[in-house]
T-cell receptor, first 116, second 115 residues
Framework: AQSVTQPDIHITVSEGASLELRCNYS??????LFWYVQSPGQGLQLLLK??????LVQGIKGFEAEFKRSQSSFNLRKPSVHWSDAAEYFC??????????????FGKGTLLTVNP | EAGVVQSPRYKIIEKKQPVAFWCNPI?????LYWYRQNLGQGPELLIR????????DSQLPKDRFSAERLKGVDSTLKIQPAELGDSAVYLC?????????????FGSGTRLTVV
């Protein structure tokens, strides 16, 4: 079964600083990988996704992520954080889970605080 | 285009009482999901529908939870009776299909508090 680990429960950065959120996955084959963002009281919004090809993927709001197969990682980055980026970020892996079932498994999330 | 609509947004009930959540997916999305998100955790799948058929309900606690998706559109998730441990945010999502796990649109969720 697939699993996702987000090692950092809470990260605080200053506005304008760079950001990297870590994500490690466990799955026997190449998974589909996603990053979602959740603002307070809101549903999850897809930031970016990786299926195949170029291992550096660009997403919305200036975010990017890099897939590293050797490290089973899919870290999220942003060169300059804005106060509006404060939210909870979830990494997810999509993979087959029994027969034709396809399942999206989420990590526990990383809460991002942005200081002015 | 309207997103995934869930109601109510908040619900507070006493333990052992029943509760129901409603979800209206995006028009044309034939796959519908119910997730439960406990405090400080990521969402966990409870049940997935393809049209009106529940095709993955392996994580649904069937002794107290039930769900239905009439006519393959709206869906209702019910808990009877509720327990203290059911306090969580219940998220509904929909997608065109379940092929790769992308294209999910999530609703804002229903925050359930059982006292």
């Amino acid at each position: 079964a697939q699993s996702v680990t987000q090692p950092d429960i809470h990260i605080t950065v200053s506005e304008g600083a760079s950001l990297e959120l870590r994500c490690n996955y466990s799955y026997g084959a190449t998974p589909y990988l996603f990053w979602y963002v959740q603002s307070p009281g809101q549903g999850l919004q897809l930031l970016l996704k990786y299926f195949s090809g170029d291992t550096l993927v660009q997403g919305i709001k200036g975010f990017e992520a890099e897939f590293k197969r050797s490290q089973s990682s899919f870290n999220l980055r942003k060169p300059s954080v804005h106060w509006s980026d404060a939210a909870e970020y979830f990494c997810a892996v999509g993979a087959r889970s029994g027969g034709s079932n396809y399942k999206l498994t989420f990590g526990k999330g990383t809460l991002l605080t942005v200081n002015p | 285009e309207a997103g995934v609509v869930q109601s109510p947004r908040y619900k507070i009930i006493e333990k052992k009482q029943p509760v129901a959540f409603w979800c209206n997916p995006i028009s044309g999305h034939n796959t519908l999901y119910w997730y439960r998100q406990n405090l400080g955790q990521g969402p966990e799948l409870l049940i997935r529908y393809e049209n009106e058929e529940a095709v993955d309900d392996s994580q649904l606690p069937k002794d107290r939870f039930s769900a239905e998706r009439l006519k393959g559109v709206d869906s209702t998730l019910k808990i009877q009776p509720a327990e203290l441990g059911d306090s969580a945010v219940y998220l509904c999502a929909s997608s065109l299909d379940n092929a790769r796990g992308d294209g999910y649109t999530f609703g804002s969720g229903t925050r359930l508090t059982v006292v």
